[in-house]
């Protein structure tokens, strides 16, 4: 049932006071999109295939994955000359164009880290050969010249899914049993500068997924379809010690069900930001746990959970927000979630303080034909922008495959341009607005300004997602004159992007 809100002014009450609504209190949202980046695509080169992984060092971002050429924005397959770039390239964070950075690679990349000090690129994935040198699994590049690093051969046995460079220390997950020789059981770490082999050996039973280093060094956070680390219980998810890979106690890691004869789930992402990690998950089964926990990285203890349905492959947390690529198809059990039957969501953002939706809209569609079917699969950013890739075909309706970028860039998205408002006078000099709200693309708290001619008889501001139906509001517009005509028009804003609906006219009877 439509919401129903009765607001009454005086047109001279407008004029020194903004419409107070008579029902509950919306909630408040600052002017402008709220979110780190707006849910505007920029522009950026495409890839002809997957991107299965992001990084970023400096005003460069690394793509890797299953792809072997580039082509410009907007171009379809056979519009535009391509790039060959064979399972990695290089863009420029500030334009979206590729750079020189153009290694030969024999397989896949997976995985991809830079290291914090910016200099340093190290990938992971199938491959056995770089720009005809023999490199196993793994390989490091310098950001500054874009070589292959000769000396730095870490010897890798099987595919690198996952990879998170702290201090001087590469620590490594995938599905390899040994590095260098050395049993290593899915996961291990190397020196970033000599390459040899450290002592970290969590010894995971089973594959690795995601691997990420808390911001202050101390923990390192390890997920994927595993049960044991060092042979006790650990199920998809372990906080270990950054020296020996002894897993701790890990509150959190309860929040994730252990596998049943109708759900299995496991850890696809993991993201660190000040003392909280945020955990991504993918099940297999109907209603299985697909969605984002959020744990305290001091204590383990989970801070919150958000059930949303439809596996979350990738996130990364700028700010408040925790921005996520997922196939969402059902978040009813969010407050002001989407049910299934409002489509597929790959684009969403929530809060990082209690895991809510948050104004932040975007979307892309997965590509049938590829392996994964699924959507975004990786994410990378930092205050100001966010890369998210995977094996997208379009995002926000527009060609753009493989790979596209978020800004904060001024202005944003615009709200829905409003509906023609209905209207009913009465013959004691009333006329009666009756409009819908509209929606944004990343606001959620959009101002409505109900316009007779020139004059303002209405203000105020309202809360509503683009999935939800649309509510009525309504404006009384008193001390008018039988027989005249008089015309309304309601205007929204976001407090950038201002929309203005059409027109309608009434007479006092």
Request: proline share 6%.
């Amino acid at each position: 049932m439509k919401k129903f809100v009765l607001a009454v002014v005086t047109a001279a009450a407008v004029i020194a006071a903004a419409l107070i609504p008579s029902g509950p209190p919306v909630e408040a949202a600052a002017p402008g999109f709220a979110s780190a980046v707006s849910a505007i695509k920029q522009p950026s080169w495409q890839t002809n295939n997957s991107v299965n992984a992001l990084a970023i060092a400096g005003n460069t971002v690394y793509a890797g994955g299953l792809f072997t050429r580039l082509r410009q924005p907007g171009k379809a397959s056979g519009q535009a000359p391509e790039a060959v770039r064979t399972y990695v390239a290089a863009f420029d964070r500030t334009t979206g164009k590729p750079t020189a950075f153009a290694p030969t690679l024999n397989g896949p990349v997976y995985a991809i880290a830079t290291s914090p000090d910016g200099k340093w690129v190290v990938i992971g994935g199938d491959f056995t050969m770089v720009n005809g040198v023999r490199r196993s699994k793994i390989a490091m590049f310098s950001v500054a010249t874009g070589k292959l690093v000769a000396a730095w051969d870490p010897v890798v046995a099987a595919r690198v899914k996952a990879l998170a460079i702290y201090g001087n220390s590469v620590f490594i997950g995938g599905a390899f049993r040994a590095i260098d020789g050395a049993t290593r059981n899915r996961l291990g770490a190397v020196r970033l500068i000599q390459g040899d082999l450290l002592p970290w050996n969590p010894n995971a039973n089973n594959d690795v997924y995601a691997i990420d280093v808390a911001d202050n060094g101390t923990r390192v956070f390890v997920g994927g379809p595993f049960s044991t680390i060092n042979g006790k219980d650990h199920y998809s998810l372990a906080m270990t010690n950054n020296t020996t890979g002894a897993a701790y106690a890990f509150p959190a890691a309860a929040a994730i069900p252990k596998p049943t004869a109708t759900c299995t789930t496991r850890v696809k992402d993991i993201d660190t930001l000040g003392d909280k990690v945020f955990v991504s998950n993918g099940g297999d089964g109907s209603g299985c746990y697909d969605g984002v926990l959020a744990a305290q990285v001091s204590t383990g203890q989970l801070l919150w959970k958000n059930n949303c349905l439809g596996a979350t492959e990738a996130i990364k947390a700028i700010g408040n927000w925790v921005y996520k690529g997922s196939h969402a198809h059902n978040c009813s059990s969010s407050p002001n979630g989407f049910p299934d039957g409002t489509g597929t969501h790959y684009l969403l953002v929530e809060s990082a303080i209690n895991g809510n939706l948050g104004p932040w809209f975007p979307n892309t569609d997965a590509n049938p034909k590829s392996t994964t079917k699924v959507g975004p699969l990786a994410m990378a950013g930092t205050d100001t922008d966010l890369w998210v890739g995977g094996d997208f075909l379009h995002v926000n309706g527009t060609i753009q495959v493989g790979i596209t970028r978020f800004t904060n860039a001024v202005g944003g998205a615009a709200p829905l341009r409003p509906r023609t408002p209905t209207l009913t006078a009465t013959s004691s000099g009333r006329v009666y607005v009756s409009y819908a709200d509209s929606y944004d693309l990343d606001n959620l708290t959009l101002t409505y300004n109900v316009y007779r001619g020139s004059l303002n008889v209405g203000s105020n501001r309202y809360t509503s997602y683009y999935w939800q139906p649309r509510k009525t509001y309504q404006v009384v517009d008193r001390g008018l004159k039988r027989g005249s005509t008089y015309t309304y028009t309601v205007e929204v804003h976001d407090g950038r992007n201002i929309q203005r609906g059409p027109s309608a006219s009434v007479k006092i009877p």
